[in-house]
């Protein structure tokens, strides 16, 4: 599976956006980026996903390299909801839907 | 519209017990996916099933665990014999349809955390 790079941990300031990186330089051209978050003690919860072109919903907003080795997680408001650790994974062999989850990044939102 | 569901929450075992895990996927989904989460790591994909069939099971130890997804009830993950290394927290996910190249999204539960004594 293609791996992806996060920071460990970032912090925010409540109501400032927030951009968080992810590295997947060995992306495949049929690899989608999914985003999902785990808040504490919760299962994770998907946020977005694309595969070429930059993406919206209520949540957030994926934004996605030209060349697609590294996107970014677009908060545009951070919340203290919003605190959980974030996962950026690749998902795109054939015939399964499995995600492999790395380590994340940790999101802290200061009020 | 009910979510993913797992029952129970919190499931406490004696060392050489046996534990079973239920999952119920979200209404309409035929595809049930387990995962294991160690204190402060990433969750690990175990196993991914269909009604009545195991998919990939390329994450699940080779002894003592199984899983298995029946025509009619809950997906079950069952332990035996659990030891102290067994102690996590394991969520299902489902999806409606297996997506074509990776674009299908999932649904987890809250998970039901393991603690062997």
């Known amino acids: 599976d293609a791996k992806t790079t996060q920071p460990n941990s970032m912090e925010s300031n409540e109501e400032e956006p927030v951009h968080l990186p992810c590295n997947h330089s060995?992306?495949?051209?049929?690899?989608?980026i999914h985003w999902y978050r785990q808040l504490p003690s919760q299962g994770p919860e998907y946020v977005i996903h694309g595969l070429t072109s930059n993406v919206n919903n209520r949540m957030a907003s994926l934004a996605i390299a030209e060349d697609r080795k590294s996107s970014t997680l677009i908060l545009h408001r951070a919340t203290l909801r919003d605190a959980a650790v974030y996962y950026c994974i690749l998902s795109g062999r054939t015939g399964a839907n499995n995600l492999f989850f790395g380590t994340g990044t940790r999101l802290t939102v200061i009020p | 519209n009910a979510g993913v569901m797992q029952n129970p929450r919190h499931l406490v075992r004696r060392r050489g017990q046996e534990a079973r895990l239920r999952c119920s996927p979200m209404?309409?989904?035929?595809?049930v996916y387990w995962y294991r989460q160690l204190p402060e790591e990433g969750l690990k994909f175990m196993v991914y099933?269909?009604?009545?069939?195991?998919?990939?099971e390329s994450g699940m130890p080779k002894e003592r665990f199984s899983a298995e997804f029946p025509k009619e009830g809950p997906s079950i993950l069952r332990i035996q014999q659990v030891v102290r290394g067994d102690s996590a927290a394991y969520f299902c996910?489902?999806?409606?349809?297996?997506?074509?190249?990776?674009?299908?999204?999932?649904?987890f539960g809250s998970g039901t955390q393991l603690s062997v004594l």
């Open positions: 209404k309409g989904h035929s595809h």
């Open positions: 996910a489902s999806s409606l349809l297996q997506g074509s190249g990776g674009g299908e999204k999932l649904f």
């Open positions: 060995t992306i495949s051209g049929t690899d989608y």
């Open positions: 099933l269909q009604k009545e069939n195991i998919i990939d």
